[in-house]
């Protein structure tokens, strides 16, 4: 396969499930370790906090 | 203050002048919604301009389409132009850039239904309005996006509660 039709495929490469589902995110989350998976919920989790603290009464 | 990485990510968009909208959970999380989501939705205009200027973004956040990491392969122009989804992995986690959303809505259709909303101490971006999110998600009718509806529906109607007692 040339690169070109590996980039052209991987532009449309949305890895849906029927049910709608992102199966490329789930691959990349199992790919991580489990301490990678929770400082990244840890991380995100006290970012939203602090939006949401920067936005409170708008 | 300390950014989150998708906070840093988001900045680091606005910051470069591109044209885009936070839509899908981090922007219903970001209005109160309680569900998990990980990666940071965006709709972006498709003019010239801010194709070059997202495309600059990417590279400088190390963007590689998600699907088939092992390759490294970038987004170029040509993908940023199509109608579809780049589903990225960048340094700062998992971003996913949509030319449309639901039946073909565009950056220009979403943005009277968007509010602004700071990210840091100084960084507004546009963010997809909680009750257009769950008019998308009843649109799209997929089971991944109904199974969430009942918790965005609530929050919705919590929030308009709060705002009804303070202004009551």
Known sequence: MRADEVENQSARASDYSPDGVDLSLIRWFISLTPAERLAFLEDQVSGVMKIRALNAGE | MQESKFAACLTILQESGSEFILVGGVAAVLQGAP??????DIVYSRTAENL?????VLHSIDAIFRIQPERRLSPNLTHLDGT????LLTRYGPLDLLAT????LTYQDLLPHCRQMLITDSVRIQVLNLDFIIALKEQLGSEKDRAVLPTLRQTAREIKKQ???ANG
Do not use: A, E, K
């Open chain 2, 101 to 104: 959303v639901g039946n073909g």
């Open chain 2, 52 to 56: 070059q200027r997202l495309l600059g």
């Open chain 2, 35 to 40: 569900v998990q989501t990980f990666d940071i």
């Open chain 2, 84 to 87: 579809g989804h780049l589903n």
């Open chain 2, 163 to 165: 705002r009804g007692d």
